[in-house]
T-cell receptor, first 113, second 113 residues
Framework: AQKITQTQPGMFVQEKEAVTLDCTYD???????LFWYKQPSSGEMIFLIY??????QNATEGRYSLNFQKARKSANLVISASQLGDSAMYFC??????????FGPGTRLSVLP | DAGVIQSPRHEVTEMGQEVTLRCKLI?????LFWYRQTMMRGLELLIY????????DSGMPEDRFSAKMPNASFSTLKIQPSEPRDSAVYFC???????????FGNGTRLTVT
């Protein structure tokens, strides 16, 4: 069965610093996708970044990058130059082809001024 | 593209009443997911469809919950009769098949008194 683990219930980071949010996953499939979502206090779920299991390069989207270590089954999200607006819940998720999306429990990030 | 559209945004009802939540998928998407989010249990998958066919409904709490896709672009989630423990935010999300991101609606906040 697929499973996502996010071991950090809450994280603090100083504004303008970088922060890494941890995500490990468990699957027996060879082909899968890894995703990160942001949920601000307003409640909407915002897609941030995607990494395919066969992608050799780590995904990047602006200030977001995904540190993908396939052998360790980890897909950590790195946010560079944190901003106050980055304060939110962050969810890691996985999808095997044609299957369900599995979400982790989330990490609450607070950016301090 | 208007995105995934959910209605209503807020619903307050009394215990025992029927509740119907509605969702319009993004045009062209063929996978539809219903999630429920609470503080206690986080984000829970209720059911998902591929090409209008329910694939996994193991997350549907009990017979009081039912979901349908009468056509390729629309879905309903019905709770009958509703109970206070059903109070949560219900999200609908759509995607293409495969390792593609989920696009979430803004959610329906349901309160059952």
């Amino acid at each position: 069965a697929q499973k996502i683990t996010q071991t950090q219930p809450g994280m603090f980071v100083q504004e303008k610093e970088a922060v890494t949010l941890d995500c490990t996953y468990d699957t027996s499939d060879q082909s899968y996708g890894l995703f990160w979502y942001k949920q601000p206090s307003s409640g909407e779920m915002i897609f941030l970044i995607y990494q395919g299991s066969y992608d050799e390069q780590n995904a990047t989207e602006g200030r977001y990058s995904l540190n993908f270590q396939k052998a360790r089954k980890s897909a950590n999200l790195v946010i560079s130059a944190s901003q106050l607006g980055d304060s939110a819940m962050y969810f890691c998720a996985m999808r095997n082809y044609g299957q369900n999306f599995v979400f982790g429990p989330g990490t609450r990030l607070s950016v301090l001024p | 593209d208007a995105g995934v559209i959910q209605s209503p945004r807020h619903e307050v009802t009394e215990m025992g009443q029927e509740v119907t939540l509605r969702c319009k998928l993004i045009s062209g998407h063929n996978s539809l997911f219903w999630y429920r989010q609470t503080m206690m249990r986080g984000l829970e998958l209720l059911i998902y469809f591929n090409n209008n066919v329910p694939i996994d409904d193991s997350g549907m709490p009990e017979d009081r919950f039912s979901a349908k896709m009468p056509n390729a672009s629309f879905s309903t989630l019905k709770i009958q009769p509703s109970e206070p423990r059903d109070s949560a935010v219900y999200f609908c999300a759509s995607s293409l098949t495969g390792e593609t991101p989920l696009h979430f609606g803004n959610g329906t906040r349901l309160t059952v008194t």
